[in-house]
């Protein structure tokens, strides 16, 4: 699994401290991370951004967040049979 969307809740992350630590460690592991465009991260050189539908290309989707966070992506994550953690 070298290719990683993130997704965050910006509601319970709303300065992305979490999502930040977390890109960091898999970049050390020299993972390519995803994020969504609309999500203000600001270490863009870490992530690649893009569009929802380029988050489904990942190997691997992390959510962090809640129960609602998942079930956003959860459906089409199932279609893709992309792993959600």
Known sequence: MNK???IP???KD?????TCELV???KSCGKEVLI?????FKE????????????LDA?????LGGDGT???????????DTPIF
């Open 24 to 26: 960091k460690i898999l």
């Open 59 to 63: 190997d691997l989707i992390i959510v």
């Open 36 to 40: 969504e465009k609309n999500v203000d």
């Open 4 to 6: 990683i969307a993130v």
């Open 70 to 80: 998942i079930l956003e992506i959860a459906e089409e994550a199932a279609k893709n």
């Open 44 to 55: 863009k050189s870490l992530v690649c951004e893009t569009d929802k539908n380029g988050l």
């Open 9 to 11: 809740n910006t509601d």
């Open 14 to 18: 709303f300065e992305l401290k979490a």
